[in-house]
């Protein structure tokens, strides 16, 4: 990655990227040295320091990019120049040229000026060129370009309705994901300090939420449906319909979604109990470890500095290699020969080391969590046991997570490829190759999750043994298998309950936007909106619960590996929490109300409780 990045900076891509040239390979803002059989280059262009297109709106929306002579301009128009003659009194002023080099701003208003000048009426740009461009304030020819990148199948008035209802609603989106923020650091909050009544109470909100926004949406949908519409002018009667529609869409979805989640609370509720245990033990690591709750954080602080860097990298790889001619005669610079694969290797590199960055998020949890655990008196705990962690994990486990997460790379790219081919090949293949690759598909979605699991849990044993990765990894499957059903019990319990927490973060979220996108005073489509909210209330929500997701996952790989060489005999005490251990007595006695099956899980929970 960093030959990659070195190499496209060396061959001057990051200057022209940065500055922009013109269709000859010019560099503006710099004197330049000739190309070979390149018509007007090596040009001195230290006063041009800005890229102006004779016509912007020239786009090849097959490969997205501007078709327009570029030149270099010492000054971009702040006004819309409507003739030559603009264009003259432009030049003359501001000692801009706007019209080609070999053209003098007295020839502009010659006849063989119209094909050498800018396309009439020149738009005015806007006052900070970006990247040195001369960018219209009057960005309409864009649209076009942007509607190139989404594929509609009927007509693209649905996307100005959508797009024209983001952009009326845009205070009510960013107020109700303000909304989602506040409700998942409160749901931290109860997390952490009345963990016992928790489960109970997001049951119950869960159940009376999801009861609640199936009334209302098929409420709001025969509301809508009874209301007349003759009162409804006919520029609107189009967005009304798209939103019954939507609406009824939405409470059938949501009506589905209850009776299964109905049904799985119902499986489920024998084993409520158990979890509040779970919470309880869980919420203890975050009284001792507050920090955790800002991992999240961190993480996504490093993905966003990484994300930057890569898409720098990529734009300047988009302009480095040697100058070549185009179709047109203008100017292009191309790799050849083996380099010019080097951008395979560029998305390699982002879905390593997003995963890179992910597990060493997840070695840190572990390394801090396992040090609360196994620390008998937790008035001894380490000042910070977080920064002890990442210590822990920059000087001795970096080779670990590397190895953890190239794994995951190796599975993610095969399926990202069958993705690409199915997606291309879309009614096109034959009923037997397209069950193939959706059987492919998700058998690698599958694969990928599991390791995902069995890394985390890998990560773990690291933390506690600080063995390499693949001695790791076998240590974690051992203690998974040889406790299967108690880590089915318990850890299926857990993320069950928290995969409510986020569900009753949605659904507050959702309602809210429902209530308010409906009755707002502009008209429009608020489908698209309300997507948006409820997106990103399940990816803040699960960014929190998720670190309580790994901190319940490391508690039990300790807790199975705490119990597998140690009886509680002198010399040999059990290092976990006593309501742990009362935790485990509960589901015994739990599952032998259950019936066979829980008989089966307390004998396998029996040979433990013995060595207490």
């Given at each position: 990655?960093?030959?990659?990045?070195?190499?496209?900076?060396?061959?001057?891509?990051?200057?022209?990227?940065?500055?922009?040239?013109?269709?000859?390979?010019?560099?503006?803002?710099?004197?330049?040295?000739?190309?070979?059989?390149?018509?007007?280059?090596?040009?001195?262009?230290?006063?041009?320091?800005?890229?102006?297109?004779?016509?912007?709106?020239?786009?090849?929306?097959?490969?997205?990019?501007?078709?327009?002579?570029?030149?270099?301009?010492?000054?971009?128009?702040?006004?819309?120049?409507?003739?030559?003659?603009?264009?003259?009194?432009?030049?003359?002023?501001?000692?801009?040229?706007l019209c080609h080099y070999k053209l003098k701003p007295s020839e502009y208003t010659s006849s063989?000026?119209?094909?050498?000048?800018?396309?009439?009426?020149?738009?005015?740009?806007?006052?900070?060129?970006?990247?040195?461009?001369?960018?219209?304030?009057?960005?309409?020819?864009?649209?076009?370009?942007?509607?190139?990148?989404?594929?509609?199948?009927?007509?693209?008035?649905?996307?100005?309705?959508?797009?024209?209802?983001?952009?009326?609603?845009?205070?009510?989106?960013?107020?109700?994901?303000?909304?989602?923020?506040?409700?998942?650091?409160?749901?931290?909050?109860?997390?952490?300090?009345?963990?016992?009544?928790?489960?109970?109470?997001?049951?119950?909100?869960?159940?009376?939420?999801?009861?609640?926004?199936?009334?209302?949406?098929?409420?709001?949908?025969?509301?809508?449906?009874?209301?007349?519409?003759?009162?409804?002018?006919?520029?609107?009667?189009?967005?009304?319909?798209?939103?019954?529609?939507?609406?009824?869409?939405?409470?059938?979805?949501?009506?589905?979604?209850?009776?299964?989640?109905?049904?799985?609370?119902?499986?489920?509720?024998?084993?409520?109990?158990?979890?509040?245990?779970?919470?309880?033990?869980?919420?203890?690591?975050?009284?001792?470890?507050?920090?955790?709750?800002?991992?999240?954080?961190?993480?996504?602080?490093?993905?966003?500095?990484?994300?930057?860097?890569?898409?720098?990298?990529?734009?300047?790889?988009?302009?480095?290699?040697?100058?070549?001619?185009?179709?047109?005669?203008?100017?292009?610079?191309?790799?050849?020969?083996?380099?010019?694969?080097?951008?395979?290797?560029?998305?390699?590199?982002?879905?390593?080391?997003?995963?890179?960055?992910?597990?060493?998020?997840?070695?840190?949890?572990?390394?801090?969590?396992?040090?609360?655990?196994?620390?008998?008196?937790?008035?001894?705990?380490?000042?910070?046991?977080?920064?002890?962690?990442?210590?822990?994990?920059?000087?001795?486990?970096?080779?670990?997570?590397?190895?953890?997460?190239?794994?995951?790379?190796?599975?993610?790219?095969?399926?990202?490829?069958?993705?690409?081919?199915?997606?291309?090949?879309?009614?096109?293949?034959?009923?037997?190759?397209?069950?193939?690759?959706?059987?492919?598909?998700?058998?690698?979605?599958?694969?990928?999750?599991?390791?995902?699991?069995?890394?985390?849990?890998?990560?773990?044993?690291?933390?506690?043994?600080?063995?390499?990765?693949?001695?790791?990894?076998?240590?974690?499957?051992?203690?998974?298998?040889?406790?299967?059903?108690?880590?089915?019990?318990?850890?299926?319990v857990g993320d069950f309950m928290l995969f409510l927490g986020k569900v009753l973060i949605v659904?507050?979220?959702?309602?809210?936007?429902?209530?308010?996108?409906?009755?707002?005073?502009?008209?429009?489509?608020?489908?698209?909106?309300?997507?948006?909210?409820?997106?990103?209330?399940?990816?803040?929500?699960?960014?929190?619960?998720?670190?309580?997701?790994?901190?319940?996952?490391?508690?039990?790989?300790?807790?199975?590996?705490?119990?597998?060489?140690?009886?509680?005999?002198?010399?040999?005490?059990?290092?976990?929490?006593?309501?742990?251990?009362?935790?485990?007595?509960?589901?015994?006695?739990?599952?032998?109300?259950?019936?066979?099956?829980?008989?089966?899980?307390?004998?396998?929970?029996?040979?433990?409780?013995?060595?207490?």
């Open positions: 990655m960093g030959f990659i990045c070195g190499f496209s900076v060396a061959t001057g891509a990051a200057a022209r990227l940065v500055s922009g040239y013109d269709s000859y390979g010019n560099i503006c803002g710099q004197k330049n040295a000739e190309l070979e059989s390149i018509p007007y280059s090596g040009m001195d262009h230290t006063h041009r320091k800005y890229v102006f297109f004779l016509d912007p709106c020239n786009l090849d929306l097959i490969n997205r990019k501007i078709k327009s002579e570029a030149l270099c301009v010492a000054a971009c128009p702040r006004q819309e120049l409507k003739t030559l003659s603009d264009v003259q009194k432009f030049a003359e002023m501001n000692g801009s040229a063989k000026a119209s094909s050498l000048c800018p396309k009439l009426p020149v738009p005015a740009s806007a006052p900070i060129p970006f990247f040195h461009r001369c960018a219209p304030v009057n960005i309409s020819c864009y649209a076009k370009f942007a509607e190139a990148l989404i594929t509609f199948v009927s007509d693209n008035s649905v996307l100005h309705r959508l797009i024209s209802g983001v952009m009326a609603s845009k205070e009510i989106i960013l107020g109700l994901c303000l909304l989602s923020l506040v409700l998942s650091m409160i749901l931290m909050v109860i997390i952490r300090y009345i963990s016992r009544v928790l489960v109970w109470i997001v049951t119950i909100l869960v159940i009376l939420g999801s009861l609640g926004g199936t009334g209302v949406l098929w409420w709001l949908y025969a509301k809508q449906r009874k209301s007349p519409k003759e009162t409804i002018i006919p520029e609107q009667l189009q967005i009304a319909e798209d939103n019954l529609r939507a609406l009824l869409i939405y409470a059938i979805s949501a009506t589905v979604f209850t009776v299964i989640l109905f049904l799985i609370m119902l499986f489920m509720r024998k084993r409520i109990a158990l979890t509040i245990a779970l919470f309880h033990v869980a919420g203890k690591v975050f009284i001792h470890l507050p920090l955790l709750v800002f991992q999240p954080f961190w993480t996504f602080f490093a993905l966003v500095l990484f994300w930057a860097y890569w898409i720098m990298t990529l734009l300047f790889l988009g302009t480095t290699g040697s100058a070549v001619k185009n179709d047109q005669g203008f100017v292009e610079f191309r790799v050849s020969g083996p380099l010019q694969y080097m951008w395979w290797y560029h998305v390699v590199g982002l879905i390593w080391i997003s995963e890179f960055i992910l597990a060493c998020q997840q070695m840190t949890v572990a390394g801090a969590v396992v040090t609360y655990y196994f620390t008998r008196d937790k008035r001894n705990l380490p000042f910070t046991p977080i920064l002890a962690s990442v210590n822990r994990l920059v000087r001795y486990h970096l080779g670990t997570v590397a190895k953890g997460s190239f794994i995951i790379t190796l599975v993610k790219i095969p399926r990202m490829i069958l993705m690409y081919i199915h997606s291309q090949l879309k009614g096109k293949e034959n009923a037997c190759a397209r069950c193939m690759l959706k059987s492919c598909i998700c058998c690698l979605w599958c694969l990928e999750k599991c390791l995902n699991y069995l890394n985390q849990n890998a990560y773990t044993a690291t933390a506690i043994n600080s063995t390499n990765f693949c001695t790791s990894a076998k240590d974690a499957f051992v203690i998974l298998v040889e406790n299967a059903l108690r880590v089915a019990a318990i850890n299926t659904c507050s979220t959702g309602l809210a936007g429902i209530m308010l996108l409906n009755y707002q005073q502009d008209y429009t489509v608020w489908v698209l909106p309300l997507i948006i909210v409820c997106l990103f209330a399940f990816l803040v929500a699960h960014c929190f619960l998720s670190i309580y997701e790994m901190v319940v996952d490391v508690l039990f790989l300790c807790f199975a590996i705490d119990t597998k060489y140690n009886d509680g005999s002198p010399g040999r005490e059990f290092y976990m929490d006593k309501v742990l251990m009362e935790f485990v007595e509960n589901s015994r006695k739990a599952m032998k109300e259950a019936g066979k099956g829980g008989a089966a899980d307390a004998r396998e929970l029996k040979p433990m409780l013995k060595k207490r």
